[in-house]
């Protein structure tokens, strides 16, 4: 190997050797194509997955689709099944579930980072939110089961959409809370400080400027935590959604509230366990309609919120 | 013309005590929060205490879970509960990580807003779809081609289910844990002549460990908790024998408590069958507060390092 002697020459080699080891980087190329590939596998899994339904739903959804949809739930036959209660079931529940959760989620975020930043409360109040925020679903069905069913029984009337919302409400409280807290911190004190600097009291501050200016991302992260609710169906299990034949008799919609009820994700679950191809073939169609209404609903979520996200 | 004093300049009455009124509205809701927790801790705790104190140390090791023959065995939903966990992780831990080292240190910012949202949306796939999928996808087109006398409803099935719910939830907590990396630990890296593998391995990944064991940790404690994937694809009845194949189809936890609660009036047979329902859930609600406890406890200790 000669000495390099002058500034050119140790240019070349510096290029020459650069060039050598991105070729021979064997090591660093194979770890960034397995990453690719592990990664690709959860994005594929997707696909797959939604392949699979549509497949296997496919005697379903294009045979008999608007019937499917429109028609209530019998354990007779599987022909004549349909899953109508469970998507109005899940919307009632959907709809119990924002109506108790977002005021109180909002309300608590509000408390944590308006009035009660670093106070020992508020560390208490946080700590409690994460620690529910990994309670799993079903432990969430107990408390429906034994508090809003059985307790509160004059209020929910029993086994109902009321109770089963309620429970739901309680499941999704922590997400509320902790992205509408995330938002609110966003916000720069700028602007809570322009507002005092006017004269406006902490009401004021709150209501007329953070709320407002946070509000596209709570709705959004509420938005997804409600989505989540649609999908769950082992808390409503526990509270008593109907797992059997359903009538709601000639009960007009508010009476369906308080009356025996059903969602889709509960109604997959009971065709999943009926024996036979007719059966699988409605799980697997309910699934594309579940899939379709929960991915369509976070899809646009997702998508707002990236959209939305301010750059103060 | 008299002077103003500070009395003039006081807000109104009405706009004070409207402030001071929507103070105590939100103090209301965040002790709300706090009511729920109690709620959940008394529910369980009084019916379990129930159920621990009338039921025989005999029924409690028998030869499975038959709760209406008053046969309780934990041992038998213990042990599925952490088989079908562990298959869980094996499928979670390596895409989970592998996706969040792939988008913090080497996806290009266009890739990612596509990765990312993607995730996000296979994070929120019902759990009652993923079990249709185990018994219409993974157990007969992809296992019964590697193990010819597998049965229908499975473990493995439940458990490679499970870990495809979870792999969004690793992937999302470590990639926070790697971009916490500061910048400068890469650079300085680099500035070595230390190559971006080298990089990513030697110096991202040890700096971010202790957030990386608490996403799997976390992802643990979200796969034992997780219900109706596993009711659907390995434990459908609700009772189930002590066997320790992967092949069969076996009980956990979670699914012992869905099955106890279908109709939960009608839970006839032995009296305990409907207090072991909440003796189930006070034990899952202690293994996932103790995994949770501790995973917050690193990702706080992260947390300050930098």
Request: glycine share 8%.
């Given at each position: 190997?000669?000495?390099?002697?002058?500034?050119?020459?140790?240019?070349?080699?510096?290029?020459?050797?650069?060039?050598?080891?991105?070729?021979?980087?064997?090591?660093?190329?194979?770890?960034?194509?397995?990453?690719?590939?592990?990664?690709?596998?959860?994005?594929?899994?997707?696909?797959?997955l939604?392949?699979v339904m549509?497949v296997d739903g496919?005697?379903?959804?294009?045979?008999?689709?608007?019937?499917?949809?429109?028609?209530?739930?019998?354990?007779?036959?599987?022909?004549?099944?349909?899953?109508?209660?469970?998507?109005?079931?899940?919307?009632?529940?959907?709809?119990?579930?924002?109506?108790?959760?977002?005021?109180?989620?909002?309300?608590?975020?509000?408390?944590?980072?308006?009035?009660?930043?670093?106070?020992?409360?508020?560390?208490?109040?946080?700590?409690?939110?994460?620690?529910?925020?990994?309670?799993?679903?079903?432990?969430?069905?107990?408390?429906?089961?034994?508090?809003?069913?059985?307790?509160?029984?004059?209020?929910?009337?029993?086994?109902?959409?009321?109770?089963?919302?309620?429970?739901?409400?309680?499941?999704?409280?922590?997400?509320?809370?902790?992205?509408?807290?995330?938002?609110?911190?966003?916000?720069?004190?700028?602007?809570?400080?322009?507002?005092?600097?006017?004269?406006?009291?902490?009401?004021?501050?709150?209501?007329?400027?953070?709320?407002?200016?946070?509000?596209?991302?709570?709705?959004?992260?509420?938005?997804?935590?409600?989505?989540?609710?649609?999908?769950?169906?082992?808390?409503?299990?526990?509270?008593?959604?109907?797992?059997?034949?359903?009538?709601?008799?000639?009960?007009?919609?508010?009476?369906?509230?308080?009356?025996?009820?059903?969602?889709?994700?509960?109604?997959?679950?009971?065709?999943a366990?009926?024996?036979?191809e007719?059966?699988s073939a409605?799980a697997a169609?309910?699934s594309?309609?579940?899939?379709?209404?929960?991915?369509?609903?976070?899809?646009?979520?997702?998508?707002?919120?990236?959209?939305?996200?301010?750059?103060? | 013309?008299?002077?103003?004093?500070?009395?003039?300049?006081?807000?109104?009455?009405?706009?004070?005590?409207?402030?001071?009124?929507?103070?105590?509205?939100?103090?209301?809701?965040?002790?709300?929060?706090?009511?729920?927790?109690?709620?959940?801790?008394?529910?369980?705790?009084?019916?379990?205490?129930?159920?621990?104190?009338?039921?025989?140390?005999?029924?409690?090791?028998?030869?499975?879970?038959?709760?209406?023959?008053?046969?309780?065995?934990?041992?038998?939903?213990?042990?599925?509960?952490?088989?079908?966990?562990?298959?869980?992780?094996?499928?979670?831990?390596?895409?989970?990580?592998?996706?969040?080292?792939?988008?913090?240190?080497?996806?290009?910012?266009?890739?990612?807003?596509?990765?990312?949202?993607?995730?996000?949306?296979?994070?929120?796939?019902?759990?009652?779809v993923?079990g249709v999928f185990a018994i219409s996808f993974i157990t007969p087109a992809?296992?019964?081609?590697?193990?010819?006398?597998?049965?229908f409803?499975?473990?493995?099935a439940?458990?490679?289910?499970?870990?495809?719910?979870?792999?969004?939830?690793?992937?999302?907590?470590?990639?926070?844990?790697?971009?916490?990396?500061?910048?400068?630990?890469?650079?300085?890296?680099?500035?070595?002549?230390?190559?971006?593998?080298?990089?990513?391995?030697?110096?991202?990944?040890?700096?971010?460990?202790?957030?990386?064991?608490?996403?799997?940790?976390?992802?643990?404690?979200?796969?034992?908790?997780?219900?109706?994937?596993?009711?659907i694809a390995?434990?459908?009845?609700?009772?189930?024998?002590?066997?320790?194949?992967?092949?069969?189809?076996?009980?956990?936890?979670?699914?012992?408590?869905?099955?106890?609660?279908?109709?939960?009036?009608?839970?006839?047979?032995?009296?305990?069958?409907?207090?072991?329902?909440?003796?189930?859930?006070?034990?899952?609600?202690?293994?996932?507060?103790?995994?949770?406890?501790?995973?917050?406890?690193?990702?706080?200790?992260?947390?300050?390092?930098?």
């Amino acid at each position: 190997m000669s000495l390099l002697s002058n500034p050119a020459q140790i240019a070349q080699r510096a290029t020459d050797s650069l060039q050598l080891k991105r070729r021979n980087d064997v090591w660093g190329t194979t770890f960034k194509v397995c990453l690719f590939a592990l990664t690709a596998f959860a994005i594929l899994f997707l696909a797959v997955l939604i392949g699979v339904m549509v497949v296997d739903g496919w005697p379903v959804l294009s045979n008999r689709l608007s019937v499917f949809l429109s028609q209530g739930f019998s354990q007779r036959s599987a022909g004549d099944a349909g899953v109508w209660q469970g998507i109005i079931g899940s919307l009632q529940i959907a709809l119990t579930t924002a109506i108790f959760a977002v005021p109180i989620g909002v309300a608590t975020a509000v408390y944590l980072v308006e009035y009660a930043e670093g106070s020992r409360f508020a560390r208490v109040v946080e700590l409690n939110i994460r620690n529910l925020a990994g309670v799993p679903s079903i432990v969430y069905g107990l408390l429906g089961l034994t508090v809003f069913v059985k307790t509160l029984s004059g209020l929910t009337q029993g086994k109902t959409v009321l109770a089963g919302g309620m429970t739901l409400a309680a499941m999704v409280l922590p997400i509320v809370v902790i992205t509408s807290v995330e938002a609110l911190k966003a916000v720069p004190s700028g602007i809570r400080e322009a507002a005092y600097g006017v004269g406006a009291t902490k009401w004021e501050v709150v209501a007329h400027q953070v709320l407002p200016a946070s509000m596209s991302t709570i709705l959004t992260g509420t938005v997804l935590s409600l989505a989540r609710a649609l999908g769950e169906a082992a808390p409503l299990i526990l509270v008593g959604a109907a797992t059997g034949f359903l009538s709601f008799g000639d009960a007009n919609f508010m009476e369906t509230f308080t009356g025996p009820f059903t969602a889709l994700p509960v109604l997959i679950f009971n065709f999943a366990r009926q024996p036979g191809e007719d059966w699988s073939a409605n799980a697997a169609a309910a699934s594309v309609i579940i899939l379709v209404l929960i991915l369509m609903i976070n899809g646009t979520a997702i998508y707002w919120r990236n959209r939305l996200e301010k750059k103060w | 013309m008299t002077p103003l004093n500070a009395e003039d300049l006081r807000t109104a009455p009405g706009r004070r005590a409207r402030s001071a009124g929507a103070r105590w509205l939100f103090l209301f809701a965040s002790i709300a929060t706090i009511g729920v927790s109690c709620l959940i801790v008394w529910t369980i705790a009084s019916e379990a205490w129930t159920f621990a104190s009338q039921v025989e140390g005999s029924q409690l090791q028998t030869i499975g879970w038959f709760p209406r023959r008053g046969m309780f065995d934990l041992s038998t939903l213990l042990v599925n509960s952490a088989q079908i966990s562990v298959v869980a992780m094996l499928v979670a831990v390596p895409s989970g990580l592998a996706a969040a080292v792939y988008l913090s240190e080497y996806a290009h910012p266009k890739t990612r807003r596509v990765i990312k949202p993607t995730l996000e949306l296979l994070a929120s796939v019902p759990s009652v779809v993923l079990g249709v999928f185990a018994i219409s996808f993974i157990t007969p087109a992809v296992l019964s081609r590697f193990f010819e006398d597998i049965n229908f409803f499975n473990k493995l099935a439940a458990g490679i289910a499970v870990g495809l719910l979870v792999i969004p939830l690793i992937a999302s907590i470590s990639e926070d844990a790697l971009r916490a990396v500061p910048m400068a630990l890469r650079e300085a890296a680099s500035g070595l002549g230390a190559r971006k593998v080298t990089t990513t391995l030697r110096v991202v990944l040890p700096a971010a460990v202790s957030g990386l064991m608490a996403a799997i940790i976390v992802g643990f404690s979200r796969a034992i908790g997780e219900t109706m994937v596993v009711t659907i694809a390995s434990g459908g009845g609700d009772t189930s024998l002590f066997d320790l194949s992967l092949q069969e189809s076996g009980g956990t936890i979670t699914s012992a408590m869905a099955a106890l609660g279908f109709g939960t009036d009608q839970v006839a047979g032995n009296d305990l069958a409907f207090q072991s329902l909440y003796f189930l859930g006070a034990l899952l609600f202690l293994i996932t507060l103790g995994l949770n406890f501790i995973g917050n406890a690193v990702v706080r200790r992260m947390q300050e390092r930098y």
